[in-house]
């Protein structure tokens, strides 16, 4: 209670003060253009570890689907190797849910996206003006397959403005607005659809990163990344049904990331909105499941794959709803302790050189 009447007294005390000696509308401050930036924001001790360059880490920043799921952003996963982060795809929300985690946006070194589906890409633009605010020092690459010139030109267009008036604001000290862009990294010229194609696109130290082609049919360029490094190996799915392209490229891997479809629930959902005369609804929802991986087709991949963990987003529908049917039948096929439901804020450590693989949180499991 103290603090709080103290609180209120400040500010009566500076609105008095603002009354009386300043005039009614104070005039814009405007930094020096030329100013020297100004240094990072220091870490916290959860991304400083992160960060100590001892392990490959994947970071869930978004595990939902296009329907709602409160408390989910949609899809978007981060892969930390040493000192850098990888982001793969930046669904809306996805954002917001680095700055509760306080992930340091600078240390972002490119963005990968899977396909073009919005809720796999509608928070781009706000990775391209944090980052900026938070002092990213270099234009951002954005790797993608045919497509992705448009995606990265339609963003920066759509920021340039924005850009420029945070600029005109803050100055140089906070804003280095050269450095703003994001740049495309175009790979994938023979990625047809015959879903059997693989390229490495990107060599950075002791990450080596491959894209494969995988069978989201007819969204045609899709793909799923691998991320290898010091003995080390993460997949990203992305968007996908059952391939043996998917399989081949998944071979070996420490951990899995990939999506869930819950047929059975999807079906439910179906029946529901035909009963209330949602017709278009009903046909959304029988659409849906001819390209996506079931639950149970995913823990088959990964068995025959050899996966240690199997990490499960990009829930459909919500994985808060029904959960035993949702899931049913995979503890069958792998042990509980070698698959989890991923949630916004799951984090998955994998020391250099070693064949361990620890759990732990950067935000809270959803209840």
């Known amino acids: ?24 509308v104070a005039p814009p401050v405007v930094r020096d253009p030329h100013a020297a930036p100004l240094g990072p924001i220091p870490m916290n001790a959860a991304m ?14 978004g595990t939902s689907s296009p329907l709602p799921d409160p408390g989910r952003a949609k899809a978007c996963t981060i892969v930390v190797a040493g000192e850098k982060a990888y982001v793969i795809d930046t669904g809306p929300e996805s954002w917001e849910q680095l700055q509760r985690m306080q992930f340091p946006g600078i240390r972002i070194a490119g963005i990968f996206i899977t396909h073009f589906h919005s809720d796999h890409i509608g928070d781009l633009g706000e990775f391209r003006m944090q980052t900026m605010v938070q002092g990213r020092s270099q234009t951002l690459p954005v790797y993608g397959a045919r497509g992705v010139d448009n995606l990265v030109m339609g963003f920066n267009l759509a920021y340039e ?27 994938g010229k023979a990625f047809v659809g015959n879903l059997s194609e693989e390229e490495v696109i990107l060599r950075d130290g002791d990450l ?24 080390r190996s993460v997949v ?10 998917f399989t081949e490229n998944a071979k070996g891997a420490d951990v899995l990331v990939t999506e869930s479809l819950a047929g059975n629930l999807i079906a439910l959902g179906q029946q529901q909105l035909k009963a209330a005369g949602n017709e278009r609804g009903a046909q959304i929802m029988d659409d849906i499941p001819d390209y996506h991986i079931s639950p149970l087709e995913a823990a088959q991949t990964a068995s025959e794959a050899g996966v240690k963990l199997l990490v499960y987003t990009h829930h459909i529908p919500s994985a808060q ?36 693989v620890t759990q732990g949180e950067l935000l809270p499991k959803p209840n």
């Open 1 to 24: 209670m103290k603090t709080r009447t103290l609180l209120a007294a400040l500010l009566v005390s500076v609105a008095a003060a603002a009354c009386t000696t300043t005039p009614a």
């Open 48 to 61: 400083t570890e992160v960060f100590d360059g001892k392990a490959m880490r994947v970071i869930l920043c």
């Open 161 to 187: 403005e924005d850009a420029r008036l945070r600029f005109a604001h803050h100055g140089s000290s906070l804003i280095n607005l050269e450095a703003s862009p994001l740049v495309a990294r175009e790979f």
């Open 208 to 231: 080596t990163v491959t894209a494969f082609e995988v069978d989201h049919d007819p969204i045609r360029p899709a793909v799923g990344y691998r991320f290898d490094w010091k003995g």
């Open 236 to 245: 990203i799915s992305g968007d996908t049904a059952l391939s043996a392209n």
């Open 321 to 356: 709803v029904n959960l035993p049917p949702y899931f049913a039948g995979v503890a069958a096929i792998r042990p509980v302790d070698q698959w989890v439901i991923g949630w916004d804020g799951l984090r998955v450590d994998l020391p250099a050189n070693s064949s361990t």
